[in-house]
C-alpha cells in the first residue's frame, strides 16, 4: 500500500459483476464507497452529494489495487480490504470504535449488534451500534453487512436494495440467514 502521504483526492466510478460501485478517497484514505447500482450515473450523483468528494478521476496505485479488489470480490473472490487506508475524520469515538471492531470481521464471518457493541467496548448498546453502522460510510471495506440481529436475524441495512443487498452480500460469502432449507424428501429406500 502507498502511504498516506502520496495519496491523492478523487473518485471513481466502477462497473462490476453486480452492478455500478463507487468509491471517492481523500489524501488520507478512502472516504465513502457506494454499493452496487444499476447505473454508473445513480452511483456518480451519490457520490458527489457528499461534501468532500473531489472530481478528479487520478487513481493512485492503492486506488487502482482497491478497485481490483472491489471487483474480485464482486465476482465471489474472499477479499481482504483491512490493508485499505480508511480516513475517517470527524467521525465520533464511538463509531470509531465500532468501526474498527468490525472492521476485524473476517470474510464470511458474521457477529450480532449487542457481540459487536462489547468487542468495541460498548456492550448493552446494540441498537447505538446499528446506527452507527448505518452510517458506516465505506461499507464493505468497513464491513457491516456481516452484522446480524440477535437471533440470526439478518437485521437492517441502509444501502440501496436495504436487506436483500445485505443478504446477497452475506450469501456471495458463503453465509446462510434465516430458517434452514426444508428437510430433504425421503426416496423412500
Given at each position: 500500500m502507498k502511504t498516506?502521504?502520496?495519496?491523492?483526492?478523487?473518485?471513481?466510478?466502477l462497473?462490476?459483476?453486480?452492478?455500478?460501485?463507487?468509491?471517492?478517497?481523500?489524501?488520507?484514505g478512502l472516504i465513502r464507497l457506494c454499493l452496487p447500482e444499476?447505473?454508473?450515473?445513480a452511483?456518480?450523483?451519490r457520490l458527489m452529494r457528499?461534501?468532500?468528494?473531489?472530481?478528479?478521476?487520478a487513481q493512485p496505485s492503492w486506488v487502482v489495487e482497491l478497485i481490483a479488489s472491489i471487483k474480485a470480490y464482486a465476482a465471489g473472490?474472499?477479499?481482504?480490504?483491512?490493508g485499505f487506508p480508511v480516513d475517517l475524520d470527524g467521525i465520533d469515538d464511538f463509531r470509531l470504535a465500532?468501526?474498527?471492531?468490525?472492521?476485524?470481521?473476517?470474510?464470511?464471518?458474521?457477529?450480532?449488534?449487542?457481540?459487536?457493541?462489547?468487542?468495541?467496548?460498548h456492550a448493552g448498546l446494540p441498537r447505538e451500534t446499528g446506527a452507527a453502522l448505518g452510517a458506516n460510510p465505506v461499507p464493505l471495506v468497513i464491513p457491516c453487512h456481516r452484522i446480524l440481529a440477535?437471533?440470526?436475524?439478518?437485521?437492517?441495512?441502509?444501502?440501496?436494495?436495504?436487506?436483500?443487498?445485505k443478504e446477497k452480500m452475506l450469501a456471495m460469502e458463503g453465509v446462510r440467514v434465516g430458517p434452514p432449507p426444508p428437510a430433504q424428501v425421503s426416496f423412500g429406500f
Open positions: 498516506a502521504s502520496s495519496i491523492t483526492a478523487g473518485h471513481a466510478v462497473e462490476t459483476v453486480i452492478g455500478f460501485m463507487g468509491i471517492a478517497w481523500s489524501e488520507k444499476r447505473s454508473r450515473e452511483v456518480e450523483r457528499h461534501p468532500g468528494v473531489s472530481a478528479s478521476t473472490e474472499d477479499v481482504d480490504f483491512t465500532v468501526y474498527d471492531a468490525a472492521r476485524k470481521l473476517s470474510y464470511g464471518e458474521t457477529t450480532t449488534y449487542g457481540e459487536l457493541a462489547k468487542r468495541a467496548g440477535a437471533g440470526g436475524k439478518i437485521g437492517g441495512f441502509s444501502a440501496p436494495g436495504g436487506s436483500v443487498t
